[in-house]
């Protein structure tokens, strides 16, 4: 096979292996994502359970960059203490090895069928969960054929004078196998296809067991170096979580790398197989970061205190975006305006979807935590509505002032989601736990569920808002229709209820009723974003009202 061939074949299996693994990732993210972040929320009781929080979560993202970044969200808020953020790191570390421990056995017999059944799931369901799981499964199937690609392409470049003469000198400068590991792990932002791709090049004997161990340990360097590059504008606190997930790696891969040799025969005397090897060798590493550190989480979390020290304060974000140099030229003006109103939709999210935890455990919290977001999302809506105020003094066309006035809308909107969360749902959570009142099961999974319904409409609203997709605008006026009937049907049934005489309903009545309510004004705010779209489409009739009897 010509030597270009080979070297196509094996970008391509990499490129497959790197998109598969984002695949799953994102399936998972965005079938389950609410409750990993509620795990990961809760590890708060002790190291161990943080760290066991971790890696399920890890395990199942397949990322524990990923992991990362919904700690820092959480570390940002103060959430979570830093200790056990940190904690949740390691146990991450340890979750991402599994995964790779599954994919380093051969399951290329396992291709058709998760192939056939992630499709059938993909395709016939309706249902969206059942729609990221068919996803999931078609990323695992994809995940298995490209390591099959990068063994065959790799196998062929054994013959490779010039490749056996740069694997011969990184194989004899053990520190520079760890920072090329580093480097290609930050390049192509995951560890676990990383050492899927170490693992598949030692397989076929392009790699030493040695050389293979030297990029493991460099590769989990370049997985903490990953949600940095991620988080650098990030508030102090996101950042200790970050920085100490990083130190903790580069002080055991320093304490590890003089051991690769007696590493390399301890695995060899494991497991005969090289690929095997390198996958235990990538576990034992992350279990020995965890075994080490995980006691030393409290010491770490107050040493990064003292080293990474608050630079500004979290209730006033710059403002990075409106840059009044460019407000004579209008499409560049409102594209800024544009990024600005979704990092506000972004933080009204946050808040959206931290509201409901508020009515659970660790109510005062939370509730703080939400509350110190509305001061910097009011600020935020006030400088973009004076943006394009000045905007719209300048001659604009017909579309570009319509444009300016919807953006105008949608922050104003989002503003207002805002103060009933703040001004409305937090005083209502608040209420409950001063009186110490307690829904009824039937009751609290209504509300749940008419939250996750509101929360969804949220996450297509900004769809919508990006992309004026039509259908999906129609989607979300129609879904409002829906809610409008499930809170009518949820009120229905708290009113049996108190026919019925349960207690828990009579006590919590006002309460449960106002939280449908509030949830269902949100909704209304929400779906505006909907509307200039589908009227400038012609979508929209001019009343709801019918004509009224000559």
């Given at each position: 096979?010509?030597?270009?061939?080979?070297?196509?074949?094996?970008?391509?299996?990499?490129?497959?292996?790197?998109?598969?693994?984002?695949?799953?990732?994102?399936?998972?993210?965005?079938?389950?994502?609410?409750?990993?972040?509620?795990?990961?929320?809760?590890?708060?009781?002790?190291?161990?359970?943080?760290?066991?929080?971790?890696?399920?979560?890890?395990?199942?993202?397949?990322?524990?960059?990923?992991?990362?970044?919904?700690?820092?969200?959480?570390?940002?808020?103060?959430?979570?203490?830093?200790?056990?953020?940190?904690?949740?790191?390691?146990?991450?570390?340890?979750?991402?090895?599994?995964?790779?421990?599954?994919?380093?056995?051969?399951?290329?017999?396992?291709?058709?069928?998760?192939?056939?059944?992630?499709?059938?799931?993909?395709?016939?369901?309706?249902?969206?969960?059942?729609?990221?799981?068919?996803?999931?499964?078609?990323?695992?199937?994809?995940?298995?054929?490209?390591?099959?690609?990068?063994?065959?392409a790799s196998a062929e470049l054994r013959a490779s004078t010039v490749l056996a003469l740069v694997l011969e000198r990184l194989a004899g400068d053990p520190i520079l196998a760890v920072?090329?590991?580093?480097?290609?792990?930050?390049?192509?932002?995951?560890?676990?296809?990383?050492?899927?791709?170490?693992?598949?090049?030692?397989?076929?004997?392009?790699?030493?067991?040695?050389?293979?161990?030297?990029?493991?340990?460099?590769?989990?360097?370049?997985?903490?170096?990953?949600?940095?590059?991620?988080?650098?504008?990030?508030?102090?606190?996101?950042?200790?979580?970050?920085?100490?997930?990083?130190?903790?790696?580069?002080?055991?891969?320093?304490?590890?790398?003089?051991?690769?040799?007696?590493?390399?025969?301890?695995?060899?005397?494991?497991?005969?197989?090289?690929?095997?090897?390198?996958?235990?060798?990538?576990?034992?590493?992350?279990?020995?970061?965890?075994?080490?550190?995980?006691?030393?989480?409290?010491?770490?979390?107050?040493?990064?205190?003292?080293?990474?020290?608050?630079?500004?304060?979290?209730?006033?974000?710059?403002?990075?975006?409106?840059?009044?140099?460019?407000?004579?030229?209008?499409?560049?003006?409102?594209?800024?305006?544009?990024?600005?109103?979704?990092?506000?939709?972004?933080?009204?999210?946050?808040?959206?979807?931290?509201?409901?935890?508020?009515?659970?455990?660790?109510?005062?919290?939370?509730?703080?935590?939400?509350?110190?977001?509305?001061?910097?999302?009011?600020?935020?809506?006030?400088?973009?509505?004076?943006?394009?105020?000045?905007?719209?003094?300048?001659?604009?066309?017909?579309?570009?002032?319509?444009?300016?006035?919807?953006?105008?809308?949608?922050?104003?909107?989002?503003?207002?989601?805002?103060?009933?969360?703040?001004?409305?749902?937090?005083?209502?959570?608040?209420?409950?736990?001063?009186?110490?009142?307690?829904?009824?099961?039937?009751?609290?999974?209504?509300?749940?569920?008419?939250?996750?319904?509101?929360?969804?409409?949220?996450?297509?609203?900004?769809?919508?808002?990006?992309?004026?997709?039509?259908?999906?605008?129609?989607?979300?006026?129609?879904?409002?229709?829906?809610?409008?009937?499930?809170?009518?049907?949820?009120?229905?049934?708290?009113?049996?209820?108190?026919?019925?005489?349960?207690?828990?309903?009579?006590?919590?009545?006002?309460?449960?009723?106002?939280?449908?309510?509030?949830?269902?004004?949100?909704?209304?705010?929400?779906?505006?974003?909907?509307?200039?779209?589908?009227?400038?489409?012609?979508?929209?009739?001019?009343?709801?009202?019918?004509?009224?009897?000559?």
């Open positions: 096979m010509a030597g270009h061939t080979i070297l196509l074949n094996l970008l391509g299996g990499i490129a497959l292996l790197l998109w598969a693994t984002r695949m799953v990732k994102t399936g998972v993210l965005r079938a389950f994502g609410e409750r990993f972040r509620k795990a990961v929320a809760q590890a708060t009781a002790n190291p161990l359970r943080a760290c066991l929080a971790g890696i399920g979560v890890a395990t199942a993202v397949q990322s524990s960059s990923a992991t990362g970044l919904i700690v820092v969200s959480f570390a940002e808020r103060g959430l979570i203490p830093l200790s056990a953020a940190l904690a949740v790191m390691l146990g991450a570390d340890i979750g991402s090895t599994l995964v790779v421990q599954a994919l380093s056995f051969n399951l290329s017999a396992l291709i058709p069928v998760l192939l056939i059944v992630g499709v059938g799931a993909f395709m016939v369901f309706k249902s969206p969960t059942v729609q990221q799981v068919g996803r999931i499964i078609i990323g695992l199937a994809l995940m298995i054929l490209s390591l099959g690609m990068v063994v065959g920072i090329m590991g580093a480097l290609l792990t930050w390049i192509v932002h995951s560890s676990v296809a990383m050492v899927l791709l170490v693992i598949s090049l030692t397989a076929v004997g392009m790699l030493s067991p040695a050389l293979g161990l030297a990029l493991v340990l460099g590769a989990n360097v370049g997985s903490g170096l990953i949600p940095i590059g991620l988080s650098l504008r990030s508030a102090a606190p996101a950042r200790r979580v970050l920085w100490g997930n990083l130190a903790f790696r580069i002080i055991g891969a320093v304490v590890a790398l003089p051991l690769v040799p007696l590493a390399a025969d301890a695995m060899g005397a494991l497991d005969p197989s090289p690929a095997r090897q390198v996958a235990n060798f990538h576990t034992a590493f992350n279990l020995c970061l965890a075994l080490a550190f995980l006691p030393l989480t409290g010491l770490a979390a107050r040493l990064l205190e003292r080293w990474v020290p608050e630079t500004e304060s979290a209730g006033e974000p710059t403002i990075e975006h409106l840059d009044e140099s460019l407000l004579d030229r209008p499409k560049l003006a409102l594209g800024s305006a544009t990024r600005e109103v979704m990092r506000l939709a972004d933080m009204v999210e946050i808040m959206l979807r931290e509201t409901i935890l508020a009515f659970e455990e660790n109510g005062e919290k939370r509730r703080n935590a939400i509350r110190e977001l509305d001061d910097p999302v009011d600020r935020l809506q006030e400088e973009i509505k004076l943006y394009l105020t000045k905007l719209t003094r300048q001659p604009l066309s017909d579309a570009d002032s319509r444009r300016a006035f919807d953006l105008i809308l949608f922050t104003t909107n989002l503003e207002h989601i805002g103060d009933i969360i703040v001004k409305s749902l937090l005083e209502l959570a608040a209420k409950k736990e001063r009186h110490q009142l307690a829904f009824s099961p039937e009751g609290w999974e209504e509300i749940r569920a008419m939250h996750a319904r509101v929360l969804d409409q949220m996450r297509l609203a900004m769809t919508v808002f990006v992309t004026r997709d039509i259908k999906m605008a129609r989607e979300l006026v129609v879904e409002k229709d829906r809610i409008r009937q499930a809170e009518r049907e949820a009120t229905e049934s708290h009113l049996r209820r108190l026919r019925e005489g349960t207690v828990a309903s009579i006590e919590t009545s006002a309460l449960h009723l106002d939280i449908l309510r509030d949830l269902k004004r949100i909704n209304s705010h929400i779906v505006s974003v909907a509307y200039p779209i589908l009227e400038a489409s012609g979508e929209l009739r001019e009343s709801r009202l019918r004509v009224a009897a000559e």
